[in-house]
């Protein structure tokens, strides 16, 4: 368990640093993520590298490590032939992976873990998790969601992070599975154009969560740092909570050539933006490596 201070309590005194993407980290240290299970296959076949991407996180600057089972759930396990007992184990294991981390930095300031916990459209990993909308009611979303969160808040993290939720319906969900677990959570939308992926104003989407007790911190990850901008101020008027931003790196995704075009647009302007307009998590999602959140932690610790 951690000592650190309670997380909501640190957001009350002033800025926490996130960390970046464990996929691209991974990536770089030469791990194969092209299989359904992205970086969850790594709980399996290699957790000593999820713990040394997480270390390089908080060495690089991070308070915060968010753990690698955004894509982890049992169904997914399920297909790879493990059954729930095992997978029960690896979700555990990637609370104790992100833990490990934070011992061996050996740091003097609080860090923190962050169990990850991606929306329904992770598991069946064929991209509709930046469309939502899946067919399903809100309470058969709970149903999926809810035994995994058990699992993962028994494991002993600071915070859930209950992230890229492209829906309201699976927001809806999630709030409600959240309940009786006894550990606080972030809520952070997958965003474009000042909406949620599947459509719905930002507005109505972060009120959900601006009378949830639970919930510490509600915005937006997985997004450009542009979408990221409105959606800041957007959370910060609406639930008055702190608020949660890591956007990709602005660049993009080609399909067809199966490569990252463009250039980044995460700027250390924008990373103070975002503070003066109510952020009080700020890290990086994809293609923000820790080079990027070593200047994150530098500009927001700056006196």
Request: net charge negative; hydrophobic share 45%; aromatic share 6%.
């Amino acid at each position: 368990m951690s000592t650190a201070p309670a997380l909501a309590d640190a957001l009350a005194d002033g800025t926490v640093v996130l960390d970046g993407g464990m996929s691209n980290q991974l990536a770089s240290a030469g791990h194969d993520l092209s299989d359904e299970l992205w970086s969850a296959r790594l709980l399996a076949e290699d957790p000593e590298a999820v713990t040394e991407a997480h270390l390089a996180y908080f060495e690089a600057g991070a308070d915060v490590a968010i753990t690698s089972s955004y894509q982890a759930t049992f169904e997914g396990f399920a297909r790879r032939g493990i059954g729930r007992e095992g997978a029960a184990a690896l979700l555990a294991l990637s609370v104790g992976c992100a833990r490990e981390a934070a011992l061996r930095a050996g740091a003097p300031r609080p860090l923190w873990v962050a169990a990850s916990v991606g929306p329904y459209g992770a598991m069946l990993a064929d991209g509709s998790e930046y469309r939502g909308r899946y067919g399903l009611t809100v309470s058969e979303l709970e149903r999926f969601h809810r035994p995994r969160m058990e699992v993962v808040a028994a494991a002993g993290p600071d915070v859930l992070a209950l992230e890229t939720i492209p829906d309201t319906d699976e927001a809806r969900a999630l709030l409600r599975a959240l309940r009786g677990l006894g550990v606080p959570a972030w809520l952070s939308y997958s965003a474009a154009g000042g909406r949620t992926r599947a459509g719905q104003p930002l507005e109505d989407a972060f009120a959900l969560a601006a009378r949830a007790d639970e919930v510490v911190a509600v915005g937006v990850n997985c997004c450009t740092p542009k979408d990221a901008d409105h959606a800041v101020t957007v959370a910060a008027r609406v639930t008055g909570k702190p608020v949660v931003v890591y956007p990709n790196s602005g660049e993009t995704w080609d399909a067809g050539a199966r490569a990252w075009t463009g250039r980044s647009t995460f700027t250390p302007e924008r990373v103070t933006g975002w503070r003066t307009s109510g952020a009080r998590l700020i890290g990086g999602c994809c293609r923000v490596g820790p080079e990027t959140i070593a200047s994150i932690a530098g500009l927001l610790r700056a006196p």
